[in-house]
């Protein structure tokens, strides 16, 4: 995988570059460039550095396989769950990154989908590798807040997951 750290003209900086998320990185590089054709920009692409510990990755897979043993709920539509209810927001908030994949959503009419519709459809989105450690870190923090408030009462399992 590679990342994209330097187009600064509309928020493609340190972009992560991917087979998955090249189309959104293409439709983004087109839209900059017909809104200014004349104007020239440099685009670097160096190896993405790591971002976050083992245990941290761990960790919100831990918390999955909780929430569905919990709810009952497949694995795959928990993870997916998660990402819409507490990863998108996080991601499109985001001033670089949420532009893009808000776009992206939208062409996809992901927002006007049924909820099991876009369960099914955020399986083949990146969302939480797109985040920052101190992203992440928020992420697994609401969700655990949120079922914690909600009955399940779940804990990091160790003190710096992150």
């Not at 440099?42 to 190896?47: C, E, L, R």
């Amino acid at each position: 995988m590679s990342q994209v750290h330097t187009l600064k003209t509309k928020g493609l900086k340190n972009f992560s570059l991917s087979l998955t998320t090249r189309r959104v990185f293409d439709e983004a590089v087109n839209k900059i460039l017909s809104e200014n054709p004349t104007q020239p920009v440099y685009v670097n692409i160096t190896p993405k550095p790591k971002k976050r510990s083992l245990p941290a990755n761990a960790q919100q897979h831990v918390f999955y396989k909780q929430i569905s043993e919990f709810t009952d709920t497949d694995l795959k539509t928990v993870e997916a769950e998660c990402k819409i209810d507490f990863g998108l927001p996080i991601v499109l908030a985001d001033p670089e990154i949420g532009p893009v994949i808000g776009h992206a959503l939208q062409s996809a009419r992901f927002f006007t989908m049924i909820r099991e519709q876009q369960v099914r459809f955020i399986q083949i989105i990146q969302i939480t590798s797109l985040m920052s450690t101190k992203q992440h870190n928020q992420y697994r923090d609401n969700i655990m807040f949120y079922w914690n408030k909600n009955g399940l009462p779940l804990q990091y399992l160790e003190k710096d997951a992150a």
